[in-house]
Antibody
Framework: QVRLVESGGGLVKPGGSLRLSCAASGFTLSDYYMSWIRQAPGKGLEWVSYSSSTNSHTNYADSVKGRFTISRDNAKNSLYLQMNSLRAEDTAMYFC???????????WGQGTLVTVSS | QSALTQPPSASGSPGQSVTISCTGTSSDVGGYNYVSWYQQHPGKGPKLMIYEVSKRPSGVPDRFSGSKSGNTASLTVSGLQAEDEADYYCSSYAGNNNERVFGGGTKLTVL
């Protein structure tokens, strides 16, 4: 069955960097678009970024554009999110999702928590 | 990338029906038939309930249905059950290279 396991979250100071990873199994990563979606504590969902099947097309929410970079290694069945110049407002649970249709996150990981605080 | 508008709360008694609205603009909800709905129980990751306005993924009960009129999409839960109590989020394709926008979420309470 489909499994998505995020890792790499943690506590980081404002201005710092983190790299999130998502290990995918149960399907062929290169067949699917993938997305990162985040949820600040007690808040709603926010789309962060998407990656086309070969990462030839990507896009980002305005709130992270220029600071975050999505990438993937299909041979390693892994999706990544490089987060630079982190701000307090980036504090959230970050979910890796498999896009099963246009703008549809059909499968979700359990999330990894990123806390940006001094 | 403005958020879609959902009511913060909704409620109904077991067996009743409840409808949750999701209002956007012609640039998202009204412009495409790519509205989806997610259910999230406390402490859990979201689960896809409806996609492309009214399609149900395998395993989702047919008590859940979706529709759209103009810039407003709706999720209806019929025959409410205790396990339906959760947060529900709508989402829409917003064009411009696969941008996506979410609603603020609706907390559904089963009385």
């Amino acid at each position: 069955q489909v499994r998505l396991v995020e890792s790499g979250g943690g506590l980081v100071k404002p201005g710092g960097s983190l790299r999130l990873s998502c290990a995918a199994s149960g399907f062929t990563l290169s067949d699917y678009y993938m997305s990162w979606i985040r949820q600040a504590p007690g808040k709603g969902l926010e789309w962060v970024s998407y990656s086309s099947s070969t990462n030839s097309h990507t896009n980002y929410a305005d709130s992270v554009k220029g600071r975050f970079t999505i990438s993937r290694d299909n041979a390693k069945n892994s999706l990544y999110l490089q987060m630079n110049s982190l701000r307090a407002e980036d504090t959230a649970m970050y979910f890796c999702t498999r896009d099963t249709a246009i703008a549809v996150s059909g499968d979700w990981g359990q999330g990894t928590l990123v806390t940006v605080s001094s | 990338q403005s958020a879609l508008t959902q009511p913060p709360s909704a409620s109904g008694s077991p067996g009743q029906s409840v409808t949750i609205s999701c209002t956007g603009t012609s640039s998202d909800v009204g412009g495409y038939n790519y509205v989806s709905w997610y259910q999230q129980h406390p402490g859990k990751g979201p689960k896809l309930m409806i996609y492309e306005v009214s399609k149900r993924p395998s395993g989702v009960p047919d008590r859940f249905s979706g529709s759209k009129s103009g810039n407003t999409a709706s999720l209806t839960v019929s025959g409410l059950q205790a396990e339906d109590e959760a947060d529900y989020y709508c989402s829409s394709y917003a064009g411009n290279n696969n941008e996506r926008v979410f609603g603020g979420g609706t907390k559904l309470t089963v009385l």
